[in-house]
């Protein structure tokens, strides 16, 4: 799967200012990372192959940023032509909507800053500088593994 597909999954949707969108797709794969994984040891299924970056805003994933780095802080149109994925993927990708489509881009920002798998892939680079580091992905499996077990973002 492509992380382009996705992200038109949600500019399906409405349309989105980039940074709420690149949110919301770090969230899908943060998801989908957790709930179609068994541990941390065993990270096989992904929503997709692209890894996300600890930037200044939050998660970024380089290649979605170059898609729509043209509209800056403008809303991206939406689109007519939502791709089909799995029903698996449709699940978690209408759960993600559910619990962050309602937040606008500068809430998710702040929700990402407070989250252990951010904070710890910008290590010590202060909150001015540029970063790249990749967000590990079993962290974000412990993280996001934790709340679902204590029921926070559970939908089912």
């Known amino acids: 799967m492509d992380i382009c597909e996705v992200a038109q999954w949600f500019l399906n949707k409405k349309s989105l200012t980039p940074k709420k969108l690149q949110k919301l797709v770090y969230y899908a794969y943060a998801w989908f990372l957790t709930l179609m994984n068994e541990d941390k040891y065993n990270l096989d299924n ?16 380089p290649k ?27 699940d978690v990708l209408e759960q993600v909507w559910e619990v962050y489509g309602k937040f606008n881009a500068n809430q998710l920002e702040s929700i990402t800053h407070s989250e252990e798998p951010w904070i710890k892939a910008r290590g010590n680079v202060s909150p001015e500088d540029i970063c790249t580091n990749e967000i590990d992905d079993s962290e974000i499996f412990m993280c996001y593994s934790k709340r679902l077990t204590n029921g926070e973002e559970k939908k089912n």
């Open 46 to 61: 992904r929503l997709f192959n692209d890894r996300a970056q600890a930037w200044i805003h939050g998660p970024v994933f």
């Open 64 to 90: 979605l940023y170059n898609e729509y780095k043209e509209y800056g802080y403008m809303d991206i149109p939406s689109i007519e032509n939502k791709p089909r994925f799995s029903e698996d993927v449709e």
